[in-house]
């Protein structure tokens, strides 16, 4: 595109070329070719436009740039939505071929929407449905009865089960997992954390306790607008469905247990992982490998730190951090008391250990 | 006695935020130096140690509190730390 169109796009101003053609939007340290534009919208990025290749660069409105010359600068005004808006424009799209790949498996009562794209060596089960304008990319697996919404874009390897419930414009990436089994066993006897949890150890007798097997009966439903990161696994419920609200982002390599609710717009960084029937309200950010114990309820618009260990539950609006997790300013407040535990112990090292 | 402080101020915020001495000056905003809550946290601590006090600061209100290296100084002033002994 040109950089003209470009900078009506962003509501922005050009100075220099305004018909130079851009193909890509970089870092300053990527430039490769004219055809590149140098996004240098933060202090550490514009410092780096001297050193850069950069002909064409792409700066906030007020920026002092290196005393070097452009062949076309584009200027946008501070916004939060710069960044998805620039991505948006030069993202990358995969190849569609509309219809349905020769090497696909359609079972022939599937109804494949109109626009639909069905690429090779898909897999889509009997009484499965893939909404308008969808795209599934190689490889993946749709089982029987799947409903999946208009404008989705199914990437490779993903696996949904029986049953399950995609809504409208939702992004899942390479080898998500949806409607796996629940991890749910009962044992013929208490089992050794339930011994643990009445008697303080686990001195059960040494002979076998068959784990019994809770089956998996309901599915997973998930809202429109929903985007689940690569290798993300969302088990299905037991005798409700597990659920995901409209809105929610969910990074890669997440575990969502069965029965689990979580509302809508939440976000749950890489490496978080929600045992069975947790329910998170709406709004809810949940840092990296943050933990969460199962039936645990997290209320709207709570934030919990990146590690945090979660046995309790947290009621809406609130910050939580550490292990366990408790309120952020608590948590604070216990690193304070370790360090000066130090300072107190080094102090005390004179004290008998005894007073006998 | 203030220009001691500062000295060791801009030490302890250099060492646990990994950044050459001369960046760190009172102007210099914590935020761009890439000092973190945490760091604050840490940063005060070891004032803590250092000066062998207490300081009662809410943590949380720390970062909203102190956004430059100078109102770090102006905190250890505020606390009488200027010409306090320090531990060795």
């Known amino acids: ?356 | 006695m203030k220009d001691g402080l500062e000295r060791t101020l801009i030490r302890i915020i250099a060492t646990q935020a990994h950044l050459d001495p001369p960046l760190v000056v009172p102007g210099a905003t914590l935020s761009d130096l890439g000092v973190t809550s945490l760091d604050l946290v840490e940063i005060i601590m070891t004032i803590e140690d250092e000066y062998d006090v207490i300081i009662p600061v809410d943590a949380v209100e720390a970062s909203n509190n102190y956004k430059t290296v100078g109102d770090l100084i102006e905190l250890g002033v505020s606390f009488g730390l200027e010409g306090h002994k320090r531990e060795s």
């Not at chain 1, 599937?110 to 308008?132: F, K, S, T």
């Not at chain 1, 304008?133 to 009865?145: H, N």
């Not at chain 1, 960084?269 to 709004?283: F, M, R, T």
């Open chain 1, 1 to 356: 595109m040109k950089a003209r169109a470009l900078a009506e796009a962003l509501d922005g101003r050009v100075t220099g070329d305004a018909d130079a053609e851009i193909a890509r939007a970089v870092h300053p340290a990527e430039v490769a070719c004219e055809r590149d534009i140098a996004i240098a919208i933060t202090p550490d990025t514009v410092r780096l436009l001297g050193a850069s290749r950069a002909h064409t660069v792409l700066v906030l409105e007020g920026t002092e740039l290196p005393p070097r010359q452009f062949g076309t600068t584009i200027f946008v005004r501070r916004s939060r939505s710069n960044l998805p808006a620039i991505t948006q424009i030069f993202h990358h799209r995969p190849t569609i071929n509309l219809g349905i790949h020769p090497s696909a498996v359609v079972a022939p009562d599937a109804v494949i929407g109109e626009d639909a794209m069905v690429g090779p060596l898909v897999v889509i089960g009997p009484g499965a449905v893939i909404g308008p304008r969808s795209t599934i990319l190689s490889q993946a697996t749709i089982e029987d009865g799947v409903t999946i919404g208009a404008d989705c874009l199914i990437y490779p390897g993903v696996r949904i089960g029986w049953g399950c419930n995609i809504g409208d414009r939702a992004i899942l990436h390479y080898n998500v997992s949806i409607g796996a089994d629940g991890f749910g066993y009962v044992a013929g006897r208490p089992g050794a954390h339930e011994t643990a949890e009445v008697a303080g150890d686990c001195q059960i007798e040494p002979r076998r306790n068959e784990q019994q097997k809770v089956h998996s009966l309901s599915i997973v439903v998930i809202g429109n607008d929903v985007e689940v990161g690569a290798l993300t696994a969302i088990d299905r419920g037991t005798l409700k469905p597990t659920r995901i609200g409209s809105g929610t982002k969910i990074d890669d390599h997440v575990l969502i247990g069965h029965n689990v609710e979580i509302g809508t717009d939440c976000l749950l960084c890489g490496q978080v992982g929600l045992a069975g029937s947790v329910a998170i309200g709406d709004s809810v950010v949940l840092g990296g490998r943050v933990a969460v114990a199962d039936h645990i309820k997290i209320g709207d618009r709570a934030v919990v730190a990146a590690a945090a260990c979660v046995g309790t539950n947290i009621p809406a609006g609130a910050v939580y951090a550490g292990y366990p997790a408790v309120p952020r300013s608590e948590a604070m407040e216990n690193l304070k008391l370790l360090r000066r535990l130090r300072r107190l112990m080094a102090r005390g090292q004179n004290i008998p250990t005894s007073v006998a």
